[in-house]
């Protein structure tokens, strides 16, 4: 595999290709995270609410204790606080639900804000530079077979158009036919070039 182009112009449209697409992994990880913030910042309404629940059932608690302790009536009138307490425990526990939930929630956004776009970068981006950097480093092996780059020329004759081939090598096909050393060599040096790996 062979990453980065030998020509400098190749090479630092690499470069730059790659900066940007890191750039924007690392914005749309900044975005996920601030997401989560914004939705979890809605906790407060399950916080808020358990705490007052959790408050409530101490407070009938306490109550229901102090109410009871008077003597002759007071079983009867703790008794109906017997109930708050509960009731105080139901509105904590829903509180703590909807805290869990709007977590849960904010993961979620958090996580999809982020991963969607990062995958398109990659499939966009990483796919077809990791191909053509698999190119580039099977045609520099190739590159240092000498009996390859009669091969290569070929490769060059049928994926480039005439008149640009033509302008490489006049007669192209006709001198690749023959053997000719210096149009195999030309030939073969344009084909790699285009892989960004330059040829002794």
Not at 41 to 54: M, N
Not at 93 to 120: H, K
Not at 128 to 148: D, F, K, W, Y
Request: with cysteine.
């Amino acid at each position: 595999m062979k990453l980065y182009s030998d020509f400098a112009p190749q090479r630092t449209r690499q470069i730059v290709g790659d900066a940007i697409a890191i750039l924007l992994i690392a914005c749309w990880i900044v975005v996920g995270l601030l997401l989560y913030g914004v939705v979890a910042a809605f906790h407060t309404i399950g916080s808020g609410l358990a705490e007052a629940g959790d408050g409530f059932a101490g407070w009938a608690g306490s109550t229901t204790e102090q109410l009871a302790a008077i003597p002759i009536v007071g079983e009867a009138i703790s008794s109906s606080f017997a109930g708050a307490t509960d009731v105080g425990h139901s509105i904590g526990d829903v509180g703590r639900s909807i805290e869990t939930t709007i977590y849960g929630a904010a993961t979620a956004i958090g996580l999809i804000a982020a991963i969607v776009p990062i995958l398109v970068v990659l499939l966009v981006w990483l796919l077809p530079r990791l191909r053509r950097a698999a190119r580039s480093g099977r045609a520099a092996a190739l590159a240092r077979e000498g009996a390859a780059l009669d091969l290569l020329a070929l490769r060059a004759l049928t994926s480039t158009p005439f008149e640009r081939i033509e302008g490489v090598v006049a007669n192209a096909a006709g001198l690749w036919r023959e053997g000719d050393p210096a149009a195999v060599h030309a030939l073969a040096a344009y084909e790699l070039r285009k892989l960004g790996v330059r040829l002794a």
